[in-house]
C-alpha cells in the first residue's frame, strides 16, 4: 500500500503539487520532500514542539499531521517566516540574549512566540512560560528564552523594527 | 516512530463517511484533529488500514445557540473552547477547562469530538460534558440517535459509539445567570495529564443550590460524576458547613484506583482538597 497520493499544498507562499504516502507526516515531507530542515523532528509525538509550523496562520506540529490531512492548505515554516522577516526581531534578540544554545529547539521556540505575540502583544512572564509549555529545550535555557521574548514584546510596543536577520560569517 | 501504510479517504458528508468506514469491514479509524490518533499510529498502537478523515464535513462544524440549548459542531477544536464568545457564556466549563488541556499548538488542531470518542479518563472535556449534561448527537447507517452524557461513557476509553458511529454535534443545556461554574485540576506540571480535575455547575436559587452537578476527571477508567456530593449541596447555602459535607460525601462517589506514584488515599484527599477550593470560591463569588 505505498500508492502515492498527489497533493496540492501552499508552502511559505508557494503553490506546489507533489506526492506523498498517506503515512508521511507533513513534516517528514517538508524536510525530506521540500529540503526544508528547519523544521526539526524531535520526539515525533507531538511532546516537543520542535516540528511547529503555522498551518493556516496558527500553530501545530508538523509530526501530528499527515501531509494529506493539509492538502488544500497554507504552511508556514521557519524558513518562510524569516524570509519575510516576520521574525527578524526575534531571531536579533534570541541571539544577542543567547536564547539557544545546541539551536535544536529554536525553530519550534520562534514559532510559539510568534504565534503568542500575534495574540497577546504584551504578555507577562508567566504567560510566556505557558505559551511556551510545549516547546522542550533540552540544554534547559529557558530563563533566555522567556527574557527574548518579553525583549521583543517590549520592543514592538514601542514601535521599533527589526532589520532582516543575517547569519554571521563563519 | 512511522506509521504503518494506511489508505487515505476525504469524505465531503456525514453519510459518505459512514459508509466509507462500513466497506472497510472494521479495519478503519476516523480522524479529525488527530492529536491523539497521531502519536498511537506513530507508535503503532494503532494501524488501521484505512484512515477516513472528517475534518472537511461542513455538518460537523458549527456553533450555535438554540431554544436554550448549545450546540457545538464535534469538530469544534479545543481552542474555539477557549475563545468562543457563546461557549464562554453558555457552557463556559469548556472554556474554563480549555487552558488546561494539553499545549497552544495541540489546541490549535485538537477537536472537542476527538477528545469525547477517544473518553480518555484523564481528559478534561469528557468530564465536562458529564458536568454539563451534555448530549451526544451520534450518527449511524441505521440513522441519528442522541445520548446524554450520563450513558455515553461505558468503561475505559469505550463509549456509547458502536464501531463506525460518527459524533456529529454536541447539545449542551445553556448555562444562564443562575449558574454558577468553576474547574480545576491539580498536576504536578501544566500540560501534564492531571491528577485529579473537577467541574463543578450549581444553579441557585437565592442564595441556595436548587441543583448540582459535579464531574471528576483522572479518578477512574471513566469521568465520574460526584452524585452523593451533589446531593448534600442541593437546597442549602452554599456555606463553609455544606462545603465540609460535600468534601465527605466523596468518599461514597470515588473509588480511586493505587498507582505507584498517587495511592487511592491520597487522590481521594486530593480531590476534597479540589473540591473545597471550586464550592470555596463559587461561595465568595456569589
Known sequence: ?170 | MKARAFSYFRPATITEALTVFAVAGGEASYIAGGQSLVPALALRLQAPERLVDIAHIDALRGISLEDGWLRLGALTRHVEAHDDPLIAAHAPLLALAAPHVAHPAIRNRGTLGGSVALADPASEFPAMMLAMGAEMEIAGTEGTRRVPADSFFLDLYQTALEPGELLVAFHIPAAGPEHRCAFDELARRRGDYAIVGCGTMLTMSGAETSSARIAFLAVGATPVRARAAEASLVGRRLDSETIRSAQAALAEDLDPPDDEQVPAAMRLHLARVLLGRLLGSLAEAA
Not at chain 1, 497520493?5 to 520532500?33: H, I, K, Q, W, Y
Not at chain 1, 495574540?119 to 540544554?139: M, W
Request: aromatic share 4%; hydrophobic share 45%; proline share 4%.
Open chain 1, 1 to 170: 500500500m505505498t500508492t502515492l497520493r498527489p497533493l496540492s499544498l501552499m508552502v511559505n507562499g508557494e503553490t506546489l503539487t507533489c506526492f506523498a504516502e498517506p503515512r508521511e507526516t507533513l513534516a517528514d515531507l517538508l524536510r525530506r520532500g521540500l529540503e526544508l530542515t528547519g523544521t526539526h523532528t524531535g520526539c515525533e509525538m507531538g511532546v516537543c514542539g520542535a516540528c511547529l509550523v503555522m498551518l493556516d496562520g496558527a500553530p501545530v506540529h508538523a509530526c501530528l499531521l499527515f501531509a494529506v490531512q493539509a492538502e488544500g492548505s497554507a504552511i508556514e515554516t521557519i524558513e518562510g517566516l524569516t524570509a519575510k522577516t516576520a521574525i527578524a526581531d526575534l531571531q536579533c534578540a534570541f541571539h544577542d540574549r543567547n536564547a539557544l544554545q545546541c539551536g535544536f529547539c529554536t525553530p519550534g521556540m520562534l514559532v510559539t512566540a510568534q504565534a503568542l505575540l500575534a495574540r497577546n502583544p504584551q504578555p507577562s512572564r508567566a504567560e510566556i512560560r505557558d505559551a511556551l509549555s510545549g516547546n522542550y529545550c533540552r540544554c534547559t535555557g529557558y530563563e533566555a528564552i522567556v527574557d527574548a521574548i518579553e525583549t521583543v514584546a517590549r520592543r514592538r510596543a514601542a514601535g521599533e523594527v527589526a532589520a532582516a536577520f543575517a547569519e554571521e560569517p563563519a
